[in-house]
């Protein structure tokens, strides 16, 4: 039996285009931070530690273009975002149900 790849211990039903396996289909989770912050906390109740992550500035993803946030996976409903200065905008999460 194969295991989901994203931690969960449930068993794998899907393949996704970047190889890893997973238990369930994909679900999303929007966080507005409204407030300037230079830590940003993520409670997205996904059940998955390690989800796929997406940071919106500016109305433009910041991935592949700063060498922040830093991104730290507390739990598995739970992340934090962590800037060099207050920040306000939009976390994308993803991940498995």
Do not use: R
Request: proline residues 1%.
């Amino acid at each position: 039996m194969k295991l989901c790849d994203y931690g969960c211990g449930k068993k794998a039903k899907h393949q996704l285009k970047n190889g890893k396996w997973c238990c369930g289909l994909s679900s999303h989770y929007l966080h507005t931070q409204d407030t300037t912050a230079t830590v940003w906390t993520v409670v997205h109740n996904l059940g998955s530690k390690y989800v796929n992550v997406d940071v919106i500035v500016n109305d433009k993803s910041v991935q592949g273009t700063y060498d922040e946030p830093e991104i730290e996976f507390i739990s598995t409903t739970t992340l934090t975002c962590t800037f060099s200065e207050d920040t306000v905008g939009y976390c994308s999460v993803w991940g498995n149900e």
